[in-house]
């Protein structure tokens, strides 16, 4: 479990019960799943530690920013139980694969039926289905989209069952590093030829990290023949499983585009002496692998800087799969780097047009027409689709209250932010809720008279944090503060906050101009 101040559980019932269930699976299942498959990489304690770890390390931006105690329990839980159905043999004769293909189903009914003394009945159907959708074979969006619990302390919270199972999928795909197996197991003897081939594939994964829309895998190899058994068997999967989530994530404010190798050469690794049969590979449809290869050689450019070569290669994408989402935001991407903006709003639109109904192509919009467009109008009309789209998400209202803000729709700005403000668990949102606020009141008013207090208590809120990755833009309130010919006072403090927050000053100059200013 994640520890410190950045862990989201702060009810004692929750953290004592996932303690309690962690505990357990680690004491009575999963401690003995090597019994059961003792050839697999690992699906004990080690991996479950690496799915937790991964969502924490590729994912944090959301689990820190977006989530409600009662999902971030879910969650977790979920993480701790998906695997515990490899541990059940219906009979004697059941082989090890035909435990595998269903383990997940099997996963669901255990946690139904073998910890009623620790999860609430609803909790049970919720974390069951999720744990039932790590499964590739299983389709998510059967699944209810969101499902509101009660809890006896903290109350009602909605729940984003299809998302927390779309979180669970990926990173417990992502869980491919050298971490998951040894160089002692892949000398034992007694491992076949295939168990073998896997356990070696993982030891060439030296890690992951993702940079923005993408991930990023390190692989070692030591011959060119290599790559493409690393690509089939790692890249091309993984790719797949992202692609079966990348919706669902979409519509959350994730989007990741692409998972991507980078090679690295290492002379005398442990071969890769036997692929398995083509059958045991899964079966990628042969339009899905283009389309694939064509997204890993644009990206693979961009990351090089390679820019012109990459303009073919976003052209070939549009030719061959213009009715493709990603197609089209790779487009807007591209262009938008290379400064030529009428054609990154064409792609941008493009990709909005094609999935009308995702606020984050909505929301993408509103930034692009606000900070680097400029333009007001266009903005205010994004932001407030994203949020008439997903009234509930925060980061929509917040994004719409900025938006008021410039149209001189103060009032509106004041009630949305206390909203959020009164009602988030996140500091990130705390921040931004209290200081849109302090906005729309003091440019209304073109006075500090009435928010002194709320500046000095976001001041020393920010003092005494040490997040500085705000990931917040500011450009178009910049201007639109500069035409309002504010007192100097008001413009000075507000231009103190977001040269703070977009890394323009450090946090030595904020404290010094801060207490210049406030602290007598």
């Not at 994640?2 to 269930?21: C, F, K, M, W, Y």
């Not at 690509?231 to 797949?240: F, K, W």
């Not at 209290?434 to 209304?444: E, G, M, P």
């Not at 100097?488 to 450090?506: A, G, Q, R, T």
Request: hydrophobic fraction near 40%; glycine fraction near 2%.
């Amino acid at each position: 479990m994640i520890e410190g101040s950045q862990n989201p559980l702060r009810n004692a019932d929750l953290l004592r019960r996932l303690e309690t269930v962690q505990s357990r699976v680690k004491n009575e299942y999963l401690r003995f799943w090597q019994v059961h498959a003792p050839h697999y990489t690992d699906h004990g304690n080690n991996h479950c530690n690496a799915v937790e770890l991964t969502l924490k390390e590729i994912l944090a931006d959301v689990v820190f920013k977006d989530f409600n105690e009662y999902e971030y329990f879910i969650l977790l839980t979920s993480i701790w139980l998906h695997d515990i159905g490899i541990m059940v043999k219906k009979d004697a004769s059941e082989s090890q694969e035909k435990i595998r293909e269903h383990h997940n189903e099997r996963s669901r009914e255990m946690i139904r039926t073998q910890f009623t003394n620790l999860l609430l009945p609803q909790e049970r159907i919720v974390i069951g289905n999720i744990c039932w959708s790590h499964s590739i074979d299983a389709d998510i969006t059967k699944l209810v989209e969101t499902k509101i619990l009660r809890h006896p302390e903290i109350g009602n919270m909605e729940i984003r069952v299809q998302f927390l199972a779309a979180l669970l999928r990926l990173c417990d795909a992502l869980d491919l590093c050298c971490t998951r197996t040894s160089e002692t197991v892949i000398n034992i003897s007694e491992l076949s030829d295939e168990s073998r081939f896997y356990h070696i594939l993982h030891s060439r994964v030296s890690g992951l990290i993702r940079k923005k829309t993408q991930i990023l895998i390190d692989i070692n190899f030591s011959n060119e023949d290599e790559k493409d058994i690393l690509n089939d068997y790692i890249i091309s999967p993984s790719n797949y499983e992202l692609e079966s989530v990348r919706n669902i994530l979409a519509k959350n404010n994730i989007i990741i585009t692409d998972i991507i190798p980078r090679y690295n050469y290492v002379p005398n690794l442990e071969p890769l002496e036997k692929v398995p049969e083509k059958e045991d590979i899964l079966e990628l449809p042969e339009d899905y692998l283009e389309f694939q290869d064509l997204k890993t050689k644009y990206s693979t450019m961009i990351r090089n800087n390679k820019i012109e070569d990459a303009e073919n290669v976003i052209l070939d994408l549009i030719e061959k799969y213009p009715d493709n989402v990603l197609s089209w935001f790779y487009y807007g991407q591209y262009y938008e780097i290379i400064g030529d903006n009428e054609k990154a709003l064409k792609g941008y639109k493009n990709a909005s047009d094609i999935e009308p109904d995702n606020s984050s192509y909505v929301t993408l919009l509103g930034h692009f027409y606000g900070e680097i467009l400029l333009n007001i109008d266009k903005s205010f009309e994004y932001f407030k689709r994203a949020y008439n789209l997903e009234p509930e998400s925060e980061l929509n209202i917040l994004n719409f209250v900025e938006a008021l803000i410039t149209k001189e729709q103060y009032d509106e700005a004041i009630a949305l932010s206390k909203t959020v403000l009164e009602s988030t668990q996140l500091f990130i949102y705390l921040f931004y809720s209290k200081f849109l606020l302090i906005c729309s009141k003091c440019i209304k008013s073109n006075s500090l008279d009435e928010v002194k207090e709320e500046v000095k208590f976001l001041g020393k809120l920010l003092i005494d944090t040490n997040i500085t990755n705000f990931s917040w833009v500011y450009n178009k309130l910049r201007v639109y503060i500069d035409k309002k010919k504010l007192k100097k006072e008001v413009e000075d403090v507000l231009l103190i906050f977001i040269n703070y927050v977009e890394n323009e000053i450090s946090k030595k100059e904020f404290l010094n101009d801060f207490y210049n200013i406030f602290i007598e």
